[in-house]
């Protein structure tokens, strides 16, 4: 019998935070586990709306939202990073797109429009595939006039103090990093992840780090992304 369709269900999440004129990013929390998402969104320069991760939104959140731009495009990492995807798609009108590397587990999860290739240009956002990944998940790069925000899924996270012993003992802890579960089931080429981590550190104006899973790096970016190389 196939599973039921997940629809659209809208999850504790805190405020928009407003990092730049063209970024935006929400926060809440991964269902079934003590781990927080969060979702991206940013403004191109034709006003329309590109989503990274898909993070349902209450309703004085969304129309918020939708009256910041017209949402055009929702970018899912691999496969297995798409539980709202499908309902967030479905109900904001959006067109999927992903990874060309993990096409067939793609097509066979989501509704794909295209991959990342396929995205529209613009000048102020890109996404490029990690390399090393065994997914080719995507890395988003935004830039605000001289600033440059990095925007990462499962390769850079960044968790505190507050999850569990267990997870802790995992590895989500501590400063941006590779975590090991990720380098266990996600990273194909250690080697060719360590030194696009460190391409990425030589950005100019990188500004920001946003991870998926974690905390905002506004300090010192490029170092904490030369520091996560160099402990692959």
């Known amino acids: 019998m196939a599973k039921p369709e997940r629809p659209w269900i809208v999850t504790p ?5 407003k990092h730049e004129a063209n970024l935006w990013s929400v926060e809440g929390r991964l269902p079934g586990a003590p781990i927080p998402r969060r979702m991206a969104m940013v403004r191109r320069g034709d006003g329309s709306l590109v989503f990274y991760h898909a993070v349902p939104l209450e309703e004085g959140a969304l129309a918020e939202v939708l009256a910041w ?3 055009a495009q929702l970018v899912v990492a691999h496969a297995s ?21 993990d096409q067939a587990r793609m097509r066979a999860r989501f509704d794909m429009a295209g991959f990342l290739e396929d995205l529209p240009a613009d000048p102020d956002v890109r996404f490029e595939s990690m ?3 065994r997914s080719g998940e995507p890395v988003e790069v935004v830039r605000s006039g001289g600033r440059v925000s990095l925007v990462f899924s499962d390769a850079i ?4 103090d507050g999850l569990s012993l267990f997870f802790r003992l ?6 941006a990093r590779v975590v090991p579960l990720f380098r266990l089931l996600f990273t194909s080429d250690r080697a060719a992840l360590k030194a696009h981590l460190v391409r990425l550190a030589e950005t100019p104006g990188l500004a920001r780090l946003v991870p998926c899973h ?10 904490a992304l030369r520091r996560a190389a160099a402990a692959l």
Do not use: C, M, S, Y
């Not at 709202?84 to 992903?98: E, S």
């Not at 995992?170 to 400063?175: I, Y």
């Not at 974690?214 to 170092?223: C, N, P, R, S, T």
């Open 170 to 175: 995992l590895g989500f802890r501590g400063d």
């Open 157 to 160: 996270q960044v968790h505190g």
């Open 13 to 17: 999440h805190g405020p928009i935070v």
């Open 214 to 223: 974690g905390a905002v790096v506004e300090q010192d970016a490029a170092g």
């Open 69 to 71: 731009g017209r949402p």
């Open 131 to 133: 390399a090393g990944t």
């Open 81 to 101: 990073h798409g539980l709202d995807a499908t309902p967030f798609a479905r109900k904001l009108g959006l067109k999927i797109h992903g990874p060309r590397r």
